[in-house]
């Protein structure tokens, strides 16, 4: 079956990943995360000084601005800054840096579709970049439910978005991914899917539109599978990264 | 949050350096920094980079009802409103002296020096026309955001496509993307501003200042022209005072500019239109 986007063949699968960190001079950290036609850059500011009716005695204070490609920001944008603000908040380890902020602005460059997700990945990406303490990593993977065939697509465009019955946006954890690829390789039968879901620590869940409750939890599933895909996917990209500084400042 | 100053040692640095005929970044005083052009997949989506300051501009459009008393002309609007991600000093919902300055000035660039042909985005006379949208986001601030912000605007708008519609009667058609070919709009010149900035009471003039000789300059100016040696806006706004020969001068050197940049641009373009 073929997609509405014409390049995948699979409604599992995914579009191609893209991300750069480190690309703007003027704030601490930086990072773009592309899932295909959809891109989002992302820049951190932090820890620096914090207006006095923002500030926070025993930890520092999460700001996050969205700005949207087209238009000025409304409600969605709100929404969506307030979504990233309370799911980074318990990762952060903001009790290392109290009364600080930590600024977090989130501009849509190319919009199709997902851009939710695009935006959780390229904020924990900049995080990362700017070296702002994390308990753990998120990943985030969006998928919606095709009003003519009931079928599960991830990571729709805009054009599949409008044919959705019900959209939902998932983060999780990379604790779980972790766990999940540890008990794969030990023991690939023992994996079972229910044990997987199980122990997926799922830190966002937004979803619109009508769905059944077994709907939901086979979303949350095929989500929890792709997500493993975006947290590999950063754990390369910090890899390299890194490498590339130890051999920059080794030389 | 606020901004720190120079420190004193950069900016004596700075001022020795120039006074040796020689800028920090090793361009001359009349060099513009490399300027990168890149395209987005959709049309009318630009992302210029000036050296390390980066400015992505998106044009979109609509139908809209105009004004009874100008019902033929279209709409052309520009959003410049500065994020935080550019610097910090910029914060949400309390607009910068240097953003009105930069809002200001593309307005009058773009929209007073009549760039875009706004009856042309007539459709039903009284009942329908297209409203033209440029947002301009400001990405990374090094300097000299009003020309990196002039050329991704007027890029954008070159490099924009209506749909095409047709028109029967009072009935009008508009063409999605597949149906029909869509139409570029008609763009009378490229205006093009080149920013100045003055040291040591007006003797050094150096375009394109970096952030760091922003803040320490004495003076600017910014010359609005298109590649005819029109002049489309000239502003300067406080500053020291200078000599009329120098502003006279400084044109000359705009010219020159100009003409450069508004090559790179449809050279820029040109390769675009070939890959498409």
């Given at each position: 079956m073929s997609r509405l986007d014409r390049t995948r063949t699979s409604p599992h699968q995914l579009r191609p990943f893209f991300s750069s960190q480190n690309l703007l001079n003027r704030s601490d950290g930086s990072a773009q995360f592309d899932f295909g036609g959809s891109s989002v850059l992302c820049s951190v500011t932090g820890p620096a000084e914090v207006k006095l009716r923002d500030e926070k005695l025993d930890k520092a204070t999460l700001e996050v601005v969205v700005r949207p490609l087209v238009g000025l920001p409304g409600v969605k944008d709100k929404a969506l800054e307030r979504n990233i603000r309370e799911t980074l908040e318990p990762l952060v380890l903001s009790g290392l840096h109290p009364r600080t902020l930590v600024q977090i602005v989130v501009q849509t460059m190319k919009?199709?579709?997902?851009?939710?997700?695009?935006?959780?990945?390229?904020?924990?990406?900049?995080?990362?970049?700017?070296?702002?303490?994390?308990?753990?990593?998120?990943?985030?993977?969006?998928?919606?439910?095709?009003?003519?065939?009931?079928?599960?697509?991830?990571?729709?465009?805009?054009?599949?978005?409008?044919?959705?019955?019900?959209?939902?946006?998932?983060?999780?954890?990379?604790?779980?991914?972790?766990?999940?690829?540890?008990?794969?390789?030990?023991?690939?039968?023992?994996?079972?899917?229910?044990?997987?879901?199980?122990?997926?620590?799922?830190?966002?869940?937004?979803?619109?539109?009508?769905?059944?409750?077994?709907?939901?939890?086979?979303?949350?599933?095929?989500?929890?599978?792709?997500?493993?895909?975006?947290?590999?996917?950063?754990?390369?990209?910090?890899?390299?990264?890194?490498?590339k500084e130890y051999q920059q400042t080794s030389a | 949050m606020k901004e720190l100053d120079s420190s004193t040692n950069e900016r004596e640095f700075l001022l020795a350096a120039l006074r040796d005929g020689a800028r920090i970044d090793g361009r001359n005083f009349y060099d513009f920094r490399t300027l990168r052009l890149s395209f987005g997949e959709d049309y009318g989506a630009v992302e210029v980079q000036l050296g390390n300051t980066r400015v992505l501009a998106k044009v979109s459009c609509e139908v809209i009802r105009p004004y009874a008393d100008k019902p033929t002309e279209g709409f052309l609007m520009f959003n410049t409103e500065m994020s935080p991600m550019a610097s910090t000093v910029f914060e949400i919902g309390r607009p910068t002296d240097e953003e009105v300055l930069v809002s200001r000035l593309i307005e009058k660039a773009m929209r007073r020096s009549r760039a875009l042909d706004t009856e042309g985005l007539c459709i039903v006379a009284g009942e329908k026309v297209w409203s033209i949208r440029v947002d301009i986001h400001f990405l990374d601030h090094d300097g000299n955001l009003i020309d990196a912000a002039c050329i991704a605007a007027i890029t954008a708008l070159l490099h924009f496509r209506r749909p095409d519609v047709t028109v029967v009667g009072e009935e009008a058609t508009i063409h999605t993307l597949e149906q029909r070919n869509p139409v570029p709009l008609s763009v009378h010149h490229i205006p093009i501003c080149v920013s100045f900035a003055f040291f040591d009471n007006g003797e050094r003039v150096i375009v394109d200042p970096t952030h760091l000789e922003e803040q320490i300059k004495e003076g600017d100016m910014t010359y609005t022209l298109n590649v005819h040696k029109e002049v489309c806006a000239l502003s300067k706004a406080g500053g020291i005072a200078m000599e009329l020969d120098q502003i006279l001068q400084c044109s000359k050197i705009a010219v020159i500019k100009v003409a450069e940049i508004t090559a790179q641009i449809q050279a820029a373009l040109e390769a675009d239109a070939k890959k498409r």
């Open positions: 919009d199709d579709g997902s851009i939710a997700s695009t935006a959780f990945n390229a904020a924990i990406m900049a995080l990362l970049d700017a070296g702002i303490p994390l308990s753990s990593i998120l990943g985030s993977v969006t998928c919606t439910i095709d009003s003519q065939t009931n079928d599960i697509l991830l990571d729709p465009t805009t054009e599949e978005l409008a044919q959705a019955k019900s959209t939902h946006v998932f983060v999780f954890d990379n604790k779980a991914s972790i766990h999940a690829e540890d008990k794969s390789s030990m023991d690939h039968d023992q994996a079972s899917s229910t044990q997987e879901s199980s122990s997926a620590a799922v830190l966002f869940s937004d979803s619109t539109g009508l769905f059944t409750e077994g709907e939901y939890l086979e979303c949350a599933h095929v989500c929890f599978k792709a997500a493993q895909a975006v947290h590999g996917f950063i754990r390369t990209a910090v890899e390299k990264k890194l490498l | -």
